[in-house]
């Protein structure tokens, strides 16, 4: 089945710095998402792509669907120490119901 | 506006008790249900899901077993469980509907399960 590799799997940064994490694929996906977890909670939809080439934006995220359609990157600016917790991409590959996850990105910020 | 529960929100059992973990989705119709594990090395691994009413696909063999009663209700069950069965357990939805804009899961606040 498809896997993905999302990179890297931590980072350590100081408050105010840009953080880019990404995720690649070695098949072809029709849906990328990207979500935020917290500790003991569920994750969080920050942005959805549905397009290649798409870049969207929330507030201080940028996500962008990567023109090959195996790829997406999450950009974050002017990190806080709000921003701490796991990053996990998720793709769709087709017409199923499943969405494939990567295995996060663990994200601290240092104030 | 959509929202979804899951109880309890954590749990001690002992091995080779049983388990139940009710999931419920409010504000939406005919959802897709899923229950994923979350061991502690982060990953999501899917479990089961569900795209109506008593229609369960299984996607891991194991001693976990998965009901939809109701429409926006979504059950997790064990007859006896392992040490392995610990972990934290999500369930999540999404829109029912096909439509190249409804791949979105929207994921509930999980349990904590511990067996001892």
């Known amino acids: 089945g498809q896997q993905l590799n999302q990179s890297p799997q931590s980072m350590f940064i100081q408050e105010g710095e840009d953080v880019s994490m990404n995720c690649t694929s070695s098949s072809i996906f029709n849906t990328w998402l990207w979500y935020k977890q917290d500790p003991g909670e569920g994750p969080v939809l920050l942005i959805a792509l549905y397009k290649a080439g798409e870049l969207t934006s929330n507030g201080r995220l940028t996500a962008q669907f990567g023109i090959t359609r195996k790829d997406s990157f999450l950009n974050i600016s002017a990190s806080i120490p709000s921003d701490v917790g796991i990053y996990f991409c998720a793709g769709q590959p087709g017409s199923n119901y499943k969405l494939t996850f990567g295995k996060g990105t663990l994200l601290t910020v240092n104030p | 506006s959509q929202t979804i529960h899951q109880w309890p929100a954590t749990l001690v059992q002992p091995v080779g008790s049983p388990l139940s973990l009710e999931c419920t989705v409010e504000?939406?119709?005919?959802?897709?249900l899923y229950w994923y594990r979350q061991a502690a090395g982060r990953g999501l691994q899917l479990l089961f899901y569900s795209v109506g009413i008593g229609q369960i696909s299984s996607e891991v063999p194991q001693n976990l077993s998965a009901s939809r009663p109701q429409d926006r209700q979504f059950i997790l069950s064990s007859k006896k469980l392992l040490l392995s069965d610990s972990g934290f357990y999500l369930c999540?939805?999404?829109?029912?509907?096909?439509?190249?804009?409804?791949?979105?899961?929207?994921f509930g606040p999980g349990t904590r399960l511990t067996v001892l």
């Open positions: 999540a939805w999404r829109k029912g509907t096909s439509g190249s804009r409804n791949n979105e899961q929207f």
């Open positions: 504000g939406t119709s005919n959802p897709n």
